[in-house]
């Protein structure tokens, strides 16, 4: 049987991809920064384990209390909706220690075990912002396509050992909690300076009017295709807007 380590599963993608893997009968490490009870259904075939992809103690400990895992997803991250020149280099900084730091520093403690194994996949969930041109993403995006970029370069890395290097990048999703993490309660116009205003309430209002949007469901579909892929596919958009973004690149 096999087992999945997947970081940030406490809501959204990650809990259904923990959800969806745990239901194919696999072994699922379950992880997430602060572990709250009740929020994935616990059993012998499913952990729950406290990991902080920001902290090198917290994933030494969580990769440790794992045991031999198969594959790892790397699908904890932070949003971030902002015009750029009234982001805070501090929230800058914030966002990449966890969508792109943190992506790195996991990954790259369990390269040792799938090397010396000879197997394993590592799948990198990044966002349908690298495939177009969105517009109060500009942090966001760059952390997502620092992602792509270093995974790209990763499975030519890692094909020499039978290990696998994959992204997949979710559309938007309007049953997740992505918006109000973004911006933490705080309304549109406390968080554009005026200049930009009109401007970015154009934007919001293009977004809000799409005619598809992505499921949590067509996210862990696509993780899980990407876990069994063996054609060399690199990346794997998830759900329809992201297929479509895809189609048009």
Not at 33 to 59: F, H, K, M, Q
Not at 192 to 209: C, E, H, I, L, R
């Amino acid at each position: 049987m096999k087992t999945v380590l997947i970081t940030g599963t406490s809501s959204g993608y990650g809990r259904e991809t923990a959800l969806h893997f745990a239901a194919q009968g696999w072994n699922v490490i379950a992880t997430m920064r602060t572990p709250r009870a009740g929020v994935l259904p616990e059993s012998d075939r499913l952990r729950v384990v406290g990991l902080d992809v920001t902290e090198p103690a917290s994933i030494t400990a969580a990769i440790e209390a794992a045991g031999p895992v198969d594959v790892l997803v790397n699908n904890a991250g932070v949003p971030s909706i902002s015009v750029f020149e009234g982001t805070p280099m501090a929230q800058v900084r914030e966002v990449f220690e966890t969508n792109t730091f943190g992506v790195m520093a996991t990954t790259q403690a369990v390269l040792p075990q799938f090397r010396e194994r000879g197997s394993g996949v590592v799948v990198n969930v990044t966002s349908s912002v690298v495939l177009g041109h969105m517009p109060l993403s500009a942090v966001y995006k760059a952390s997502k396509m620092a992602v792509e970029g270093f995974t790209s370069s990763l499975a030519l890395e890692l094909a020499p050992f039978g290990v696998r290097a994959k992204t997949v990048q979710p559309g938007a999703c309007l049953t997740t909690n992505f918006a109000t993490r973004a911006t933490d309660g705080a309304s549109l116009d406390e968080l554009v300076p005026a200049p930009y205003a009109p401007w970015a309430k154009k934007a919001m209002d293009s977004f809000t009017g799409q005619d598809l949007f992505t499921k949590e469901t067509d996210v862990a579909e696509a993780v899980w295709r990407a876990v069994h892929d063996t054609t060399g596919q690199l990346r794997f958009p998830a759900g329809p807007d992201a297929v479509r973004l895809a189609q048009a690149k």
